[in-house]
């Protein structure tokens, strides 16, 4: 099994930049596909971004195209999500989420494991 332990969230302005981190323990790192989704109150949860396990091809939603990146680091188990010019509607917990040996999912149903989540909130 994979554990996924999410971090890099936090209170930030309108207009400003975080950066998350998906920390990935047991398996291969290198063999999954991890996707990031998010949650906001009354809200269902929502694709956000998503990079392949075998070619590192990347698909976003396009609330956030041109505004966030994902990329990983195989070596260091660890997949990030850069999210530049945030708005207040980017205010959710964020999740990452690990599908074995697939390409870029965009439906969360599909993964297999998933973090604890953490928490971004963005004023205006």
């Known amino acids: 099994q994979v554990q996924l332990v999410e971090s890099g969230g936090g209170l930030m302005q309108a207009g400003g930049s975080l950066r998350l981190s998906c920390a990935a323990s047991?398996?291969?790192?290198?063999?999954?596909?991890i996707g990031w989704f998010r949650q906001a109150p009354g809200k269902e949860r929502e694709f956000v971004a998503a990079?392949?396990?075998?070619?590192?091809?990347?698909t976003y939603a396009d609330s956030v195209k041109g505004r966030f990146t994902i990329s990983r680091d195989n070596a260091k188990n660890t997949v990030y999500l850069q999210m530049n010019s945030l708005k207040p509607g980017d205010t959710a917990d964020y999740y990452c989420?690990?599908?074995?040996?697939?390409?870029?999912?965009?439906?969360?149903?599909?993964?297999?494991?998933w973090g604890q989540g953490t928490q971004v909130t963005v004023s205006s």
């Open positions: 047991g398996g291969t790192f290198s063999d999954y596909s």
């Open positions: 989420a690990a599908r074995f040996r697939t390409f870029v999912l965009r439906s969360g149903s599909l993964y297999d494991y």
């Open positions: 990079i392949s396990w075998k070619d590192g091809i990347t």
